[in-house]
């Protein structure tokens, strides 16, 4: 099966700056990459994915990159704001079934204001 | 997108109950849905594969005839946690799958289950 590694575990950054959480995969087959940020007791919330075939994707704030020889993808969120503050989960899919998700183990990011 | 609930949103049960938690895709016939465990302060592991119309897949480690697994339609999909342990207690979500190659999943807004 996948295995998804995420670092680091904790994060804590002050307002303004930026933060970078990596992930690893072992899957050379996965080809879609999701990113979800969770608040505490609330549903996943997909904030950006990327496919195997692109290797950047932005959206304002929030960009991810892949890395498909190296087997890893990161998530780079600019200018944090307080309400970024949450739990980051990146996840891959299973090289023979596009659609099971398998996710790292987590980032809880604080913002300090 | 996929709007998904699920029922109901926490149970408190006693030990060697069964509990069913309902998923449901409102706005999409989902032919495969999915099912993952959370515990506190840990990552969602996925426990099995939901298919309408068929047996559902289980992750290795997921014991089946413990969490019973049906997909009687389109829009919704159950799972049972049969003779409930304190050990099941956990955060319980499911998710809806668009059936696109590789693409997004939505989830439901879980289901907080303590076994006493």
């Known amino acids: 099966g996948e295995n998804v590694e995420q670092h680091p575990s904790t994060l804590s950054v002050q307002e303004g700056d930026s933060a970078v959480i990596k992930c690893t995969y072992s899957d050379s087959a996965s080809n879609y990459f999701p990113w979800y940020k969770q608040e505490l007791g609330k549903r996943p919330q997909l904030i950006i994915d990327?496919?195997?075939?692109?290797g950047e994707k932005k959206d304002q704030r929030i960009a991810v990159t892949l890395n498909k020889t190296a087997k890893h993808f990161s998530l780079h969120i600019t200018e944090t704001q307080p309400e970024d503050s949450a739990v980051y989960f990146c996840?891959?899919?299973?090289?023979?079934?596009?659609?099971?998700?398998?996710f790292g183990s987590g980032t809880k990011l604080n913002v300090k204001p | 997108g996929a709007v998904v609930s699920q029922h109901p949103s926490w149970v408190i049960c006693k030990s060697g109950t069964s509990v069913k938690i309902e998923c449901r895709s409102l706005d999409f016939q989902a032919t495969t849905m999915f099912w993952y465990r959370q515990f506190p302060k840990q990552s969602l592991m996925l426990m099995a594969t939901?298919?309408?119309?068929?047996?559902?897949?289980?992750e290795q480690g997921v014991e089946k005839d413990k969490f019973l697994i049906n997909h009687a339609s389109l829009t919704l999909s159950t799972l049972t946690v049969t003779s409930a342990h304190p050990e099941d207690s956990s955060f319980y979500i499911c998710?809806?799958?668009?059936?696109?190659?590789?693409?997004?999943?939505?989830f439901g807004p879980g289901t907080r289950l303590t076994v006493l």
């Open positions: 998710s809806v799958d668009l059936g696109t190659a590789g693409g997004e999943q939505f």
């Open positions: 939901s298919n309408e119309g068929s047996k559902a897949t289980y």
């Open positions: 990327i496919r195997s075939n692109v």
């Open positions: 996840a891959a899919t299973l090289g023979y079934n596009f659609n099971k998700f398998y």
